[in-house]
């Protein structure tokens, strides 16, 4: 009854920039702290930086003066910017947020299903 769909993922040159895309969808009530995460193969997936539903945003080291998060509350979307990507960011980026639905008053979290990111030449 809620849905998150990433797009924007994609191959793109060591140097180049991205700009990811999240939509909410569905019964939606509110919609509180939204998020990227990513996760490399082989590894563990990862926060890169989140934000709460008043702009306030938290960047994880790896992304810090190369990642921009920012959201659009009235259109339930959160977007990721990544300049200068290297190839060790090459991962599936996930979005992530705590949505209540209209149904009930439970806070939960929800995932997207992913978008690839490759750098590479």
């Known amino acids: 009854q809620v849905q998150l769909v990433e797009s924007g993922g994609g191959l793109v040159q060591p140097g180049g920039s991205l700009r990811l895309s999240c939509a909410a969808s569905?019964?939606?009530?509110?919609?509180?702290?939204m998020g990227w995460y990513r996760q490399a193969p082989g590894k563990q997936r990862e926060l890169v930086a989140d934000?709460?539903?008043?702009?306030?945003?938290n960047y994880a080291d790896s992304g810090k003066g190369r990642f921009t998060i920012s959201r659009d509350n009235a259109k339930n979307t959160v977007s990721l910017q990544i300049d200068s990507l290297k190839p060790e960011d090459t991962a599936v980026y996930y979005c992530?947020?705590?949505?209540?639905?209209?149904?009930?008053?439970?806070?939960?979290?929800?995932w997207g299903k992913g978008t690839l990111v490759t750098v590479s030449t």
């Open positions: 992530y947020a705590q949505i209540t639905q209209t149904t009930n008053d439970v806070v939960r979290g929800y």
């Open positions: 569905g019964r939606i009530s509110s919609i509180y702290g």
């Open positions: 934000i709460t539903s008043g702009g306030r945003a």
